[in-house]
């Protein structure tokens, strides 16, 4: 047994937006690592892409227990009653991977359709913020009050480098950026980590969400480009969650290889 699975085994990973993209993969990347003894709640707002991760995860690694939970983290109201609502033996989270996040549209001020603003605030940032204060009491009053856990936001090289079109994401995960600093000066007198990892350019669903499904723009984002995988971002996750517990990876950016900033790509061939 590897170091990371020791230091995960028998830990409660709760992942937002799992069922698909970054999310998806990491739930996978976290059984795979310590596929004998880990507890794994998984939500999203699609319930049957959520089942069917859970069966995927059960049937690799029989030792993972799976719950998965139809949970929209931007309505406040469910998520305040999210932890209560959960069986005995998962109210107790170690891990809280903040991954729930989209994006859309491209339109520029004075363009920007009120609707997306609104969604994307509601799900980048609220949906965030609403999930940590949710799971951090727990964390808080453990160890006689010094805490213990992990808090993993996942931003984007977005939230750093603000590029046209973008106004409102790239606002959006500066927000994230932002909290995450002040929370991790919050506890600084506490066990709880707070990890910030900030992805360049990852092929998942997410360029079709902006496009309004529209494939064919979605693809063309990725056109004579090695983007990311959801794997490669999983790794990452889930290497910060297995460190020592005196060890905190604060602040990871991860580009693919022809990316050198939010705005400069090499495009091959094209």
């Not at 998520?79 to 549209?105: S, Y």
């Not at 363009?111 to 609403?130: K, Q, W």
């Not at 006689?144 to 480098?161: K, M, T």
């Amino acid at each position: 047994m590897s170091t990371p699975s020791q230091r995960l085994t028998g830990k409660t990973i709760l992942i937002t937006g799992a069922s698909s993209g970054i999310g998806r993969s990491t739930a996978l990347e976290f059984a795979r690592t310590s596929p004998s003894n880990l507890k794994l709640i998984l939500t999203a707002r699609r319930i049957d892409r959520l089942q069917e991760l859970a069966a995927e995860i059960t049937k690799e690694a029989p030792g993972v227990k799976v719950h998965p939970v139809q949970l929209d983290v931007s309505n406040a109201d469910e998520v305040r009653g999210f932890v209560a609502a959960l069986p005995e033996q998962f109210r107790e989270v170690d891990v809280l991977v903040n991954n729930a996040g989209l994006v859309k549209g491209v339109a520029r001020a004075p363009e920007i359709a009120e609707e997306d603003m609104n969604i994307m605030f509601a799900t980048n940032v609220t949906g965030l913020i609403n999930m940590t204060q949710a799971i951090l009491p727990s964390m808080l009053a453990r160890n006689n009050g010094q805490g213990a856990g992990d808090i993993i936001n996942i931003g984007s090289i977005a939230g750093r480098e603000p590029y046209v079109g973008g106004g409102i994401y790239c606002a959006t995960k500066a927000a994230v950026r932002s909290f995450s600093e002040s929370l991790r000066k919050e506890l600084i007198a506490t066990r709880v980590r707070v990890v910030t990892i900030d992805p360049g350019q990852v092929e998942t669903e997410f360029s079709v969400v902006r496009f309004g499904g529209d494939k064919a723009k979605a693809d063309a984002v990725y056109a004579g480009c090695e983007p990311l995988t959801p794997e490669d971002a999983a790794e990452v996750i889930v290497f910060a969650a297995g460190r020592r517990e005196n060890v905190v990876v604060a602040d990871t950016l991860l580009f693919p290889n022809h990316q050198a900033s939010a705005t400069i790509m090499h495009r091959r061939g094209v």
